[in-house]
């Protein structure tokens, strides 16, 4: 049995969409509210729960319904806009660190346990600083260094995480589009997208976000720390130059503006690119290359 805590966001969406297209497993997904579950996150396989992983009491009768099974977790659950976490650091230490440390201890029977993380405990890829997973960690801001504390909590308690960089891809949400679906939106109007060409990440999709995650847990690999990237560096131009291709508009639309001439945009300071080795996922499954597919 798959069980993914905070599964009705973007990547638990392909994360479900890949354990039913991958595995006969059943799931149980959790999420605070499953009355904003939409009809394409439902199958008869999954299982909704209504789960507020900061509410103790809720998250033990949870361990205690599902005590006696054997249990593949994937935990999304998580306080992730890095300027929410900046402006609300002590709300985000709950969720992120407080409640992921009570939700270890209260449940038994796991089999895999998979966090999901971020390029950001990484900080700055300095003079083009490729990240291994065992560099050390250096995040910039409140958000990376929670995501950072968090990993070595899983690790310490014996189980495994993978590091993410920027993931695009259509949503698969009926009430919620993505930023992917905004600069195709943008685009087929004609108004264009203004995006970063500075800034550089180790760009994949969700679905390969997803499917490679999967594939970890089916063969049971027990790396402490994967990084599940692709091989090239992109800026989000250079995505939106991708879309526009697939897309078949014309790329003069995608129009490339720097990180520096955008002060005040965010609040939390970001990384100016974060770039991350994927030998390792290679030589897991065997492969030359992974390229951005969307």
């Not at 390969?208 to 560096?233: C, F, R």
């Not at 300071?269 to 290359?289: P, V, W, Y």
Request: some cysteine; proline content about 2%; hydrophobic content about 40%.
């Amino acid at each position: 049995m798959y069980c993914i805590i905070g599964a009705n966001g973007f990547l638990g969406s392909y994360i479900l969409k890949s354990i039913l297209n991958k595995t006969q497993e059943r799931v149980v997904a959790c999420c605070r509210d499953i009355s904003l579950v939409g009809d394409t996150l439902k199958d008869k396989r999954i299982t909704w729960k209504n789960l507020d992983i900061c509410d103790f009491d809720a998250v033990n009768s949870f361990c205690n319904e599902y005590k006696s099974e054997d249990k593949k977790i994937v935990y999304l659950a998580a306080y992730h806009n890095p300027d929410l976490v900046e402006k609300n650091p002590r709300i985000a230490w709950n969720t992120n660190i407080t409640a992921l440390s009570f939700f270890l201890n209260a449940m038994e029977n796991v089999s895999a346990f998979y966090y999901p993380s971020s390029d950001s405990v990484y900080g700055n890829s300095i003079d083009g600083k490729v990240f291994k997973e065992d560099d050390k960690t250096n995040p910039v801001n409140t958000y990376g260094k929670q995501k950072a504390l968090a990993e070595k909590i899983v690790n310490t308690y014996g189980y495994q995480v993978v590091r993410y960089p920027f993931l695009i891809g259509t949503s698969l949400l009926s009430a919620k589009k993505h930023f992917y679906d905004s600069i195709v939106d943008n685009l087929k109007s004609g108004d264009g997208m203004d995006m970063f060409s500075d800034s550089y990440r180790s760009t994949i999709s969700f679905r390969q976000a997803a499917d490679y995650l999967v594939d970890l847990i089916e063969m049971g690999d027990k790396h402490p720390v994967v990084n599940i990237s692709s091989d090239k560096a992109l800026s989000k131009y250079d995505v939106g130059i991708i879309i526009a291709g697939k897309i078949g508009v014309d790329k003069s639309l995608v129009r490339a503006i720097k990180v520096e001439d955008s002060e005040g945009i965010f609040v939390a300071k970001r990384a100016s690119s974060t770039i991350m080795d994927n030998k390792l996922l290679k030589s897991i499954f065997k492969l030359d290359e992974i390229n951005l597919e969307i």
